[in-house]
């Protein structure tokens, strides 16, 4: 998992979210452990698509459950 692209992630989150990027680890889920409801993931989606030129389909955020996950998606399609 590349520091950078975590970083990065952490801080979008943090920022969407209004969480400290503390909080913000590899395991969290976004709804269960950030608090994220259906809005904020949407925003969070189109806030990544936007920060590492990627789209993310819809079918796809469906699968994207964790910061873990958000990381792995960037990763293998950027």
Same mark, same amino acid.
């Given at each position: 998992?590349?520091? +950078?692209? %975590?970083?990065?992630?952490?801080?979008? &989150?943090? =920022?969407?979210?209004?969480?400290? $990027?503390? @909080?913000?680890t590899?395991?969290?889920?976004?709804? +269960?452990? %950030?608090?994220?409801?259906?809005?904020? &993931?949407? =925003?969070?989606?189109?806030?990544? $698509?936007? @920060?590492?030129?990627?789209?993310?389909?819809?079918?796809?955020?469906?699968?994207?459950?964790?910061?873990?996950?958000?990381v792995?998606?960037?990763?293998?399609?950027?």
């Amino acid at each position: 998992m590349s520091d +950078d692209i %975590l970083n990065k992630i952490k801080g979008i &989150i943090a =920022e969407q979210l209004d969480v400290g $990027e503390d @909080e913000v680890t590899a395991e969290k889920s976004f709804t +269960d452990d %950030l608090g994220a409801d259906s809005l904020a &993931i949407v =925003e969070l989606v189109l806030a990544l $698509e936007e @920060e590492f030129e990627v789209k993310i389909p819809d079918d796809q955020v469906d699968g994207i459950k964790t910061v873990g996950d958000a990381v792995n998606y960037i990763q293998n399609n950027k």
